[in-house]
């Protein structure tokens, strides 16, 4: 089975940074494609990164300069680091998972997405 736990979510004063953790199991990094999201209230999803077959990371335009993904393979385990936090990136955070997805950008759709966690950023 499938399962995507994110944590790490909190709340932050502006200026600050967070990380979040997404921790995977059921599949390896190796055979899925995992990407970061975040929703905010009355807006669209936002795809931020991604890491294709635990290998190569993209970020869309949402999601560069300020954040940073990485992954521990070993430890099915990938990371948001989120820097110069701003009243605007409140929102919940969401990792997702796509089998077998080899593109060069991330996905447009995925399979299995873990509950969220919330991030705030006061002014």
């Known amino acids: 089975e499938v399962r995507l736990v994110e944590s790490g979510g909190g709340l932050v004063q502006a200026g600050g940074s967070l990380r979040l953790s997404c921790a995977a199991s059921?599949?390896?990094?190796?055979?899925?494609?995992v990407g970061w999201f975040r929703q905010a209230p009355g807006k669209e999803r936002e795809d931020l990164s991604c890491?294709?077959?635990?290998?190569?990371?993209y970020y869309t335009d949402s999601g560069k300069g300020r954040f940073t993904f990485s992954s521990d393979n070993a430890r099915n385990t990938v990371y948001l680091q989120m820097n110069s936090l701003r009243p605007e990136d409140t929102a919940v955070y969401y990792c997702?998972?796509?089998?077998?997805?080899?593109?060069?950008?991330?996905?447009?759709?995925?399979?299995?997405w873990g509950q969220g966690t919330q991030v705030t950023v006061s002014s």
């Open positions: 997702a998972a796509e089998p077998y997805y080899a593109g060069t950008s991330c996905p447009i759709e995925y399979d299995y």
């Open positions: 890491i294709v077959l635990g290998k190569r990371i």
């Open positions: 059921g599949f390896t990094f190796d055979e899925y494609t």
